[in-house]
T-cell receptor, first 113, second 112 residues
Framework: EAQVTQNPRYLITVTGKKLTVTCSQN?????MSWYRQDPGLGLRQIYY???????DKGDVPEGYKVSRKEKRNFPLILESPSPNQTSLYFC????????????FGPGTRLTVL | AQSVTQLDSHVSVSEGTPVLLRCNYS??????LFWYVQHPNKGLQLLLKYTSAATLVKGINGFEAEFKKSETSFHLTKPSAHMSDAAEYFC??????????FGPGTRLSVLP
């Protein structure tokens, strides 16, 4: 089944404790992206990747890191999480051209205390 | 960069009545445009997309949207609302082929 998977689905952590949210897709998509969703703000893009070893900042990259060493994986790293990073996070993937549909993962709800 | 405005944060309709969710975008060219739906506690699903073909686009579940370049609009409509349409709807524009920009969303409530 074609899908985007994220792990963990739920995470409660404390300020400053490094964490990684994994994202994996099995559709051989070139494009992958991370978003955060906050009430009243819609989805805001954190980082995106057009292909392996190619990453770019989105609208809200501060406090986050990503890597794209393999086509299927695009982990999101929070080196020192803070409470303002409490949010719902979505990973998405798409075929290279932007006019193609994005496929979204189920989301990761992160709480930073 | 592109931007997207969704004019209503919340729309409430009665079951069986028409739905109109408004979206305007800013662009110096004709972008690709999308509508996504998010049901409560669910991920996002593509409803429809415009990619410079026909200006009236039909999507899933009876939804459609019309691209109007002169008005920079891409409003989403449905002739008759169903209870299952209650969800959050996002208008999305591609940003010069680089990435995607989401609108803030419109929450649709359907009253019995």
């Amino acid at each position: 089944e074609a899908q985007v998977t994220q792990n963990p689905r739920y995470l409660i952590t404390v300020t400053g404790k490094k964490l990684t949210v994994t994202c994996s897709q099995n559709m051989n998509h070139e494009y992958m992206s991370w978003y955060r969703q906050d009430p009243g703000l819609g989805l805001r893009q954190i980082y995106y990747s057009m292909n392996v070893e190619v990453t770019d900042k989105g609208d809200v990259p501060e406090g986050y890191k990503v890597s794209r060493k393999e086509k299927r994986n695009f982990p999101l790293i929070l080196e020192s999480p803070s409470p303002n990073q409490t949010s719902l996070y979505f990973c998405a993937s798409a075929v290279a051209q932007s006019y193609n549909e994005q496929f979204f993962g189920p989301g990761t709800r992160l709480t930073v205390l | 960069a592109q931007s997207v405005t969704q004019l209503d944060s919340h729309v409430s309709v009665s079951e069986g009545t028409p739905v109109l969710l408004r979206c305007n975008y800013s662009s110096s060219y004709s972008p690709s445009l999308f509508w996504y739906v998010q049901h409560p506690n669910k991920g996002l699903q593509l409803l429809l997309k415009y990619t410079s073909a026909a200006t009236l686009v039909k999507g899933i579940n009876g939804f459609e949207a019309e691209f109007k370049k002169s008005e920079t609009s891409f409003h989403l409509t449905k002739p008759s609302a169903h209870m299952s349409d209650a969800a959050e709807y996002f208008c999305v524009v591609d940003n010069y082929g680089q990435n995607f920009v989401f609108g803030p969303g419109t929450r649709l409530s359907v009253l019995p």
